[in-house]
């Protein structure tokens, strides 16, 4: 696997409380990805990275954001979680915009 | 934006049998097609991927087929074993060098029967 981290693994937390999301990567790669997977939607691209401090978003970006300040991490914050965002999150990365992605071992997160 | 649909949502195949997952995209600009597997409480890990510069990949067991006119690529799998039990997920983005915005599929649930 590549070199990719993810934490928490898991975490439980309340609605209407801030949550943040880490992805730490050790191979010096250029983007950086984040999905949610749900069942019967597959993965759906959130936000996305490709350089530090450069972002953009995804499909379902509404309620997260993110930030890159160095290469190696990229975080993203739910700023008030919802029901509605509890779901697997997983991290990707790439070395280069057209090189393929490789996913980070997901963080699974409960909003009650 | 892209749409993408995948076919069927569960697959039962007997051991040593082909499997064919099929999926279909809607963006005539997507020219990347990448196919992951993902075992039950793993990551998506990648299995083979097409550029539509070609028209067919093989790796070993498996292999992908496009039609880009049909707007419609699939995985096929041949002499199927217990370990390719998993979920499937197809895939499909433009590379424009500006980031890679990939679509997924909502997934076959593939059982290699014994």
């Known amino acids: ?112 | 934006g892209e749409n993408v649909e995948q076919h069927p949502s569960t697959l039962s195949v007997q051991e040593g049998d082909s499997a064919v997952i099929k999926c279909t995209y809607s963006d005539s600009a997507s020219n990347y097609f990448p196919w992951y597997k993902q075992e039950l409480g793993k990551r998506p890990q990648l299995i083979i991927d097409i550029r539509s510069n070609v028209g067919e990949k093989k790796d070993q067991r498996i292999a992908v087929t496009l039609n880009k006119t049909a707007k419609h690529f699939s995985l096929h799998i041949t002499e199927t074993q217990p370990e390719d039990s998993a979920v499937y997920f197809c895939a499909a983005s433009e590379l424009t060098g500006g980031g890679n915005k990939l679509t997924f599929g909502t997934g076959t649930q593939l059982k290699v029967e014994l």
């Open chain 1, 1 to 112: 696997d590549a070199g990719i981290t993810q934490s928490p693994r898991h975490k439980v937390t309340e609605t209407g409380t801030p949550v943040t999301l880490r992805c730490h990567q050790t191979e010096n790669h250029r983007y950086m990805y984040w999905y949610r997977q749900d069942p019967g939607h597959g993965l759906r691209l959130i936000h996305y990275s490709y350089g530090v401090k450069d972002t953009d978003k995804g499909e379902v970006s509404d309620g997260y954001s993110v930030s890159r300040s160095k290469t190696e991490d990229f975080l993203l914050t739910l700023e008030s979680a919802t029901s509605s965002q509890t779901s697997v999150y997983f991290c990707a990365i790439s070395e280069s915009a057209n090189n393929e992605q490789f996913f980070g071992p997901g963080t699974r997160l409960t909003v009650l």
